[in-house]
């Protein structure tokens, strides 16, 4: 056997083991970069749903209910309505719409890291005058 072919045959096996070394944390890295995303989205998705619902709870003649049942439209229409709750407080002067998501039920995988935590999104808006 020459020296060249028997290098390369004993290499073979460090590769392997580097390789199985290396593999889970790469494979976690690529999972939680995915996770990650996903609450970037569930937080983008929440605020735009409370900013809708508050927009829905401004004009004359919408109740809360019709501003709960829009934020909470929004959010299953996007997938990320399990769970979900949306609340309506008024004032003298605005109108918030509060909605919370909880990310172990609307999670892709690390649901052990994310189970107790949820978004919570607000929005107050100045209601119209009534003509």
Known sequence: MTLQKRNSSTRLGATTVEFAMVV??????????????????????????SYEAARKAIVPGN???????????????????????ASVSRSLNSITVTVAVPIGQNSWGLTRLTGGFSVTQSCSLTPEAVR
């Open 63 to 85: 109740t809360d209910n019709d501003a709960r049942v829009e934020a909470l439209r929004l959010l299953t229409s996007l997938g990320v309505g399990n769970g979900a709750t």
């Open 24 to 49: 889970p944390i790469i494979f976690t890295m690529f999972l939680g970069s995915i996770e990650l995303t996903r609450l970037n989205f569930i937080r983008q998705t929440a605020s735009n749903a």
